[in-house]
């Protein structure tokens, strides 16, 4: 259905053919929103995964958020149908969270997907590989994603190693490969956390044994030095980190939540807070560390997705990819987990007129003087026939012309001059205001006019900007036999129109609105760091503003942007062309 003059058109069920209906923009409007409102089902998402995960308090608090979304509704699967149902009896949903933990039936699930073709937010088959720590070191090693150094040491069922291995008192070698204490012993199925790490003797030996966390405890030490003789292993440098650890937490490629613990390496005791919650520290990532982000998010093709960091040496490596995580306890994660969930932000176009204005005035006379056709060719004009001079050197140099023409010798022996006098007089003192030229609250424009400007009256010249050109390609048949011969320019110089002081506050106002629309601002005009102004930090995208050449529309887009540039962007990146910030009022 396509909008027309006084009505609409729509298509002809019977006919199929589309037919005009007489009605004014209201009726229009009535009419195209009910039929959007009807035409837009509710998309069902799913959450296919164990009860446990499924009742978390970040899966509820995202699931909440979702809901408030008109055209979403959620469906979590209980856990007696995911374990004991058929998967032709499992629910119907238009997307499908699913993801693995203790005791899900990931295959169960892949069927379930092969059946229905749901759009999948985590990919259940790549899922399988990060059951696996070689299978996931491989993943890093292949996508070119920075991780610590390592080696493979698998072994039969009846211990005995699959491959060259060597166990000296403060090294191990595997594969040739040697690591000297302190190092890093992981098994190779990731739902074993039991990871120990071995110190040398110089340092006290023994070895450092990770654990999942059992009330106030991560590790614990022991005297033992000697590496595990039964089952396979994973061996790794030990990286020397700051004694903190950072968790990174994706919402698709382009969104990264960081948050720093304690390393459990240290001496195991876990800093809780006041409910009883592990305490963490929110982590600005640098752009490096969000490129690892978007690479872990991409190869292993987990939208949803968690990972560890560790920052040694001035690098950043990934240690550790543990798939569908959710940060335990922030807000804001859960605002920005769920609004890109369901709506995700994928460009914001607009496109704005300038704001108020004072009236813009004209002024048009014809000109044949040699300084004039000088200038004309010096900036190329013989190639279109036309000429905009705006920039401060070219109008400087039609002042000074001005100015020569106007001096008292060539007035007195030039008629042509003592008759354009006054407009001349007017050309120089549009030029000379404000002292100085900006670029962008004056122009002066020249056309070339091969047989001269015909005579009109001056109600006929305020009609049109344009003056249409005769070609005059049979002249004799012309009527008007006092039309001039000569070639001659049209001068046409215009000022005003520039930005009132309403003009700038209408400008102001719409940018501290315009920055608070992106969910997490909710129109909190005062509150700096919310809404786009967030997606520098959390989101890889950028803000540009692009402006015409005209001097309103670039002080509009210059207040639009300015309020609190400095205190609010924050390193928020704004491109605004053509704009000259030295010299523009707005920012003096």
Known sequence: MAECERGYLQMDDQENRPIFVVGDDSTFNQLYMQESHEDIAAITVGVCAMAKKCNSKPML??????????????????????????????????????????GFPLDKAIEYKNLRKPYIVNDLEAQKILLDRRQVNEKLEAEGIIHPRYAILNREGNGTAKCQYTDAEDCIEVNGVVFHKPFVEKPVSAEDHNVYIYFP??????????????????SAYYQVNRVRQSGSYIYEDFMPTDGTDVKVYTVGPDYAHAEARKSPALDGKVERDKDGKEVRFPVILSAKEKLLARKVCQAFKQNVCGFDLLRASGKSYVCDVNGFSFVKNSIKYYDDCAKILGMELRTVVAVIRHGDRTPKQKMKMEVKHKKFFDLFKKYDGYRSGHLKLKKPKQLQEVLDIARFLLSEHQASSDPEIAEKKAKLQQLKVVLEMYGHFSGINRKVQLKYQPYGHPKKSSSEEDL????????????????????????????????????????KIQAEDLGKAFRTLYPGGQGQFETPGLGFLRLHSTFRHDLKIYASDEGRVQMTAAAFAKVK???????????????????????N
Do not use: M
């Open 61 to 102: 608090e995202i699931l909440q958020r979702l809901e408030l979304f008109e055209h979403i509704k959620t469906l979590v699967f209980e856990e007696d149908v995911i374990l004991y149902q058929p998967i032709e009896d499992w629910p119907v949903v238009d997307v499908l969270i699913s993801f693995f933990s203790q």
């Open 464 to 503: 049109s900007e344009e003056i249409e050109q005769c070609s005059f390609d049979d002249c004799d048949n012309c009527d008007n036999n006092d039309y001039p011969r000569k070639p001659s320019l049209l001068l046409i110089v215009k000022w005003g129109g520039e930005l009132t002081p309403a003009g």
């Open 565 to 587: 540039v400095i205190d609010i962007l924050q390193g928020f990146v704004i491109n605004i062309r053509n704009i000259d910030f030295e010299k523009n009022p707005l920012y």
């Open 201 to 218: 003797v110089a340092a006290g030996g023994g070895s450092q044994r990770l654990f999942r966390k059992v009330g106030p405890r991560s």
